[in-house]
């Protein structure tokens, strides 16, 4: 039985722990002013004004409009600073920064599994280095999950069938709780692990340390190899399928002519269900891989193609010059096979 | 203090008709409003007994008195007992549907048989509840959310829907007839202007119940179609979208928690006004605020959802908007509190609850802010915060003016008064437990222990011991007014028609009132509060 | 009891103790059923909100799907419907007008056309079940919108179904009202019940009317 009083607090190891902390604090000053301002007057008059006689009566005030203005603008006013300064903080923590360094979750029940791009892996404890931005791609196996690390105060669902994020940078080395917090059945309460913020030199040494069998990336060009994407996805020429050099970030245009950003999600959805969106210029050919990979395959699948280059790093041809765009029909070259 | 003996009205409505028949089949408001009291007083002991074991479970960090699964059935049960069985049909099924129509000069609601039904709604999907907690249990948590709810639990999901579902009919009808009755049943010169804020309060929660409900029931539709027939409405797998329930889900369950707490606030303006004797301080702003809660309560339902994955701008939109929806509520404390001044005051038992309401509803209604402001939002979601926050408004608020109007208007119901040390002394362990449960959670939560969490890690123990031993004395204090309000049914001292010397329609014919409420249909002249010079000839 | 009465007079055992007069107890009785069908329009606006969700992500799923549906039936039905409305129209008229015979035949032709709606939704859904199309394990559909066409079928049967659902309540609620016009309950004076009877049958026949073309419609052209 723990002997010293708890804290009120947990500790801030986070770039936005602080932030978070200070509008919190701000909103206990100004609840215990209005409570102590109403609680205080309610006693005040309760005891100026009680009745002192059996068929007393109070006076006849119907009300006051300076008043009620008064009472309603400045809550307005005030709710209004709380708004924007809630507003501004969050933006902080939905937005992750453009360089992150980015591990994939996967969530399933009861556990979460952490997939580092050197392809190490580890099962309710999360390595981080301190001072770097890590972005976390999480995506659940079964039921909605949450990842919740209080110490760096962000949270975020993780659900089936889609990709979410979450982003921190922790400010100090420790071991910090992470919980699931989205209800998720019977061991939601054990669903729960650590984060390890380690300093970076340390941080070099645990990633070293590791046995890892490739990289994440790498291990998806292996299941691409072996699930015969290559037959179709060609480096070299155009085949039956667009090339992915270059692709991860790009926007396609489709078939029923909308444009789409190649992201993690629409990568994901078209190794599933590829003839959902279709990009323009390609036939309907590609089987479904639905049921045949796995969120941990998935997962490496789109690391490979992000490795193969994104739009940031080797762009092709300019959607704006004269060249085709990628998923343009082009009259001069055929999707392989079809003619 | 006054000496005129109290006359005993010898017919009235408990004794014009005697014999079980001439209760489960009538038609009077009054009686349908006593079934009502058995009826959530019951599922109310249930709701807590689930409590009960939450709270003895949590008092150590390891979950070593029940089952993981268990504990997650004894939370999921104690939130839709307490939800679906107590909260929402407490305050309108009984103290509504007694008041109203006295309130109004009426003889009875617009659609007797139509109220009979709905109190039948409410016991049928009750028993299905109940049906389903006995049959295995429900471990979905209230909510409901998918897909575990829907492709993952295996507990008595679709019973326990289907009885909430009725239930929920019941609340629509109840609702729809409290429209009609205020528009239509209000005696010669009683314009809307005059009428008492507690009709005010329920009508805007008619509101909410008559068009927030049928998307619940659509929903539990939703779900059970899953479960039964294998409709893949929220299966990502089939290109459903889980995040499409939490939306629908929401779209109800947000404006539910203003039909939880209009009808107290509605009973707290009566306190306050009858126990100051005078009228509410800006009665007009008071009423509009009522019908702002009502409107607005509906366009905040992604205040939930902040971190559900959904876009930042959505979430700026419930943020704002939940901010605006404090407005209303922050104006009615203000003119409760400025009634109080030149008031007459006295400190009877339902002052005492009122009091504590607008200290309590006040705190928790603050927290609220914590919530609507997204960047605290993100840490405090799903943790210990919330359950302070709601228990705050919904115990702290709505069970205290449950229990506020109970004590006030019982010498009306009843036509017996209590012992009133107890009551005080009920009211004061009440609100002193009620603290001790809950406020420690608010800083457990920001400390970061989630909510349904059956074990914990040891740090947050001390503060769950605490919540626990609260928890004891609370329902220590809620067992106390059942007996002393049983106790005097049979032996408390009669009294006359109106023992506060209040100013309302219901305090005009006898304790307890004959069955068509009043001799001659009265015709209304004076303002809802309007409290003569001096009160003459009451009877304490 | 002639189903003529002296007008003017509202017969006692109609006119609950708790209302003024017949007229006042016929307006409480007119406006609660109105707000009965705004909850109505809430219960399916639930659903059609769920469907705007999935057209709105899937169009292409949901068209082929769509073309699933015998549009022949849908129309037919649909017209079923809308010619039901008017029967149940001229009902009210005539339960208005105090015309007893003229009020049952109308009732019952009402019945009759709801009735035919409902034996047509049997036919197709029967068609649904050896098609493959009811969502569940069994469900088969073209591998193309294999996994968005599911959920048009979900929709389509949950909104289809619901819809039906309050046919038949309708019909029961024309049975009741046939009862009284034959016993002579219904009269000049105490039509009411008619009337709110109407505005119940419009409604069910106005929620098909939103159905109809959300289900069955979905990128159909002339001549398609």
């Given amino acids: 039985m723990p002997a010293e009083l708890p804290p009120l607090f947990p500790e801030a190891a986070s770039t936005i722990a602080p932030r978070v902390d200070a509008l919190y604090e701000f909103l206990v000053g100004v609840t215990a002013f209005f409570s102590l301002l109403i609680a205080g007057l309610i006693v005040f008059y309760a005891v100026k004004y009680r009745r002192r006689s059996p068929d007393e009566v109070g006076a006849r005030i119907a009300g006051g409009l300076v008043l009620e203005i008064a009472w309603t603008l400045i809550p307005l006013a005030i709710v209004l600073v709380i708004f924007v300064w809630g507003a501004r903080v969050f933006f902080a923590i939905a937005r992750p920064p453009a360089e992150t360094l980015n591990v994939y979750v996967v969530g399933k029940q009861w556990m979460w599994k952490f997939q580092h791009l050197n392809g190490l892996r580890e099962i309710n404890e999360l390595h981080v280095p301190v001072g770097r931005a890590v972005k976390l791609i999480m995506t659940s196996e079964d039921v909605i999950h949450d990842v919740f690390v209080p110490a760096f105060r962000v949270k975020a669902d993780v659900l089936p069938g889609r990709y979410t994020h979450l982003w921190f940078q922790a400010t100090k080395a420790g071991r910090y709780h992470v919980f699931c917090a989205e209800y998720c059945g019977t061991k939601h309460s054990g669903m729960i692990g650590q984060v390890v913020a380690l300093d970076p030199a340390d941080y070099q040494v645990w990633l070293a340390s590791g046995r890892a069998e490739g990289s994440l990336a790498s291990e998806g060009g292996k299941l691409f190899q072996d699930l015969a994407c290559h037959t179709c996805h060609r480096p070299d020429v155009q085949g039956r399928g667009p090339m992915l050099e270059g692709l991860f970030g790009r926007t396609v245009r489709l078939q029923e002519g909308t444009l789409q950003v190649v992201d993690e999600a629409y990568l994901r959805e078209s190794i599933l269900n590829p003839n959902a969106k279709i990009t323009a210029g390609f036939q309907p050919v590609m089987p479904a891989y639905q049921g045949l990979v796995s969120e941990d395959g998935l997962l490496s699948l789109i690391e490979y193609v992000k490795s193969l280059g994104d739009a940031n790093r080797t762009p092709l041809a300019q959607p704006e010059s004269g060249g085709p765009a990628p998923g343009e029909a082009t009259p001069a070259r055929p999707p392989g096979g079809a003619r | ?540 | 009891m002639s189903p003529e009465s002296t007008a003017g007079v509202p017969r006692a055992h109609v006119l609950a103790h708790h209302f003024e007069s017949l007229e006042a107890q016929q307006q409480a009785a007119t406006l609660g059923m109105w707000i009965f069908l705004v909850t109505e329009v809430l219960f399916f606006g639930g659903a059609l909100a769920a469907y705007a969700v999935y057209r709105g992500w899937y169009p292409e799923a949901f068209a082929a799907a769509s073309h699933e549906l015998d549009i022949v039936l849908g129309t037919t039905n649909t017209a079923i419907l809308i010619t039901s409305s008017l029967t149940m129209a001229l009902a009210v008229h005539a339960a208005q007008l105090g015309a007893r015979t003229k009020l049952l035949a109308l009732l019952g032709a009402t019945a009759l056309l709801g009735a035919a709606f409902l034996g047509i939704k049997i036919v197709e859904y029967a068609h649904k079940f050896t098609e493959g199309h009811v969502p569940g394990p069994g469900f088969m559909f073209a591998a193309e919108h294999v996994a968005h066409a599911q959920v048009f079928f979900s929709m389509y049967f949950v909104l289809t179904g619901l819809h039906a659902l309050h046919m038949v309540v309708g019909l029961g609620v024309l049975a009741w009202m046939m009862v009284w016009a034959w016993n002579g309950r219904i009269t000049r004076e105490y039509a009411s019940p008619v009337e709110i009877s109407g505005l119940y049958w419009h409604f069910v026949d106005i929620v098909w009317i939103f159905l109809f073309p959300l289900l069955y419609l979905i990128g159909r052209h002339p001549g398609a």
């Fill in chain 2, 1 to 540: 203090m006054s000496e005129n003996p109290v006359v005993v009205p010898s017919r009235h409505y408990l004794n014009d008709q005697v014999g079980v028949a001439s209760w489960l089949l009538t038609r009077d408001h009054k009686r349908i409003a006593l079934l009502y009291l058995v009826g959530v007083t019951f599922f109310f002991f249930i709701g807590g007994a689930f409590a009960v074991t939450i709270r003895l479970e949590l008092a150590t960090p390891a979950g070593d008195l029940l089952s993981d699964d268990t504990y997650n059935k004894m939370f999921t049960m104690h939130g839709v007992m307490m939800v679906f069985f107590f909260l929402i049909p407490a305050i309108p099924g009984v103290l509504g549907n007694f008041f109203i129509p006295l309130m109004i000069g009426a003889q009875d609601v617009a659609f007797p048989r139509l109220n009979l039904l709905s109190w039948y709604l409410f016991m049928i999907g009750a028993a299905l509840a109940t049906y389903a907690v006995v049959s295995g249990g429900l471990d979905t948590g209230w909510t409901f959310y998918t897909p575990f709810s829907t492709s993952s639990s295996t507990s008595a999901v679709v019973p326990a829907a289907l009885g909430i579902f009725i239930n929920g009919f019941s609340s629509i009808l109840t609702g729809l007839n409290f429209i009609v009755t205020i528009h239509r049943l209000r005696a010669p010169g009683l314009t809307w202007f005059r009428l008492p804020l507690f009709v005010w309060s329920h009508y805007a929660t008619s509101l909410i119940m008559v068009l927030g409900t049928p998307v619940l029931a659509i929903t539990i539709v939703l779900v059970a179609a899953e479960r039964l027939f294998g409709f893949g409405i929220f299966d990502p797998a089939r290109g459903g979208d889980p995040v499409l329930f939490q939306h629908l889900f929401w779209f109800y369950s947000h404006p539910a928690v203003y039909i939880m707490v209009l009808p107290a606030m509605g009973v707290i303006s009566e306190l306050v006004a009858a126990f100051c004797r005078k009228p509410i301080f800006g009665y007009t702003f008071v009423a509009f605020a009522s019908l702002a809660i009502a409107v607005l309560g509906f366009l905040v339902w992604g205040h939930h959802m902040f971190v559900a994955g959904q876009s930042v701008y959505a979430a700026m939109v419930f943020s704002s908007l939940s901010f605006l929806v404090a407005i209303p509520s922050a104006i009615k404390v203000f003119n409760w509190t400025a009634t109080m001044y030149k008031g007459s005051i006295s400190w009877e038992t339902p002052m005492l609850y009122a009091i504590g309401f607008i200290g309590l509803f006040t705190i928790g209604g603050l927290t609220g802010l914590f919530l609507a402001a997204l960047g605290v939002d993100v840490h405090v979601t799903d943790t210990y915060f919330i359950v302070a926050h709601f228990h705050y408004i919904m115990v702290g608020g709505t069970i205290m003016a449950y229990l506020g109007g109970l004590h006030y208007w019982w010498p009306k119901i009843s036509g017996r008064t209590y012992n009133e040390l107890l009551a005080k002394v009920s009211a004061a362990v009440i609100f002193f437990g009620f603290n001790l449960t809950f406020f420690p959670q608010f800083v457990v939560g920001y400390l970061g222990m989630p909510r349904r969490y059956h074990a914990y890690p040891p740090e947050f123990q001390v503060l769950n011991v605490l919540s626990s031993a609260g928890a004891s004395l609370l329902g220590i204090g809620y067992l106390v007014p059942m007996a002393y309000l049983a106790w005097s049914l049979r032996y408390g001292r009669h009294v006359g028609p109106n023992p506060w010397g209040a100013v309302g329609l219901e305090w005009t014919t006898t304790s307890p009132p004959p069955t068509s409420n009043f001799n001659q249909t009265p015709i209304v002249t004076w303002d809802a509060y309007e409290y003569p010079a001096r009160i003459e000839g009451h009877v304490a």
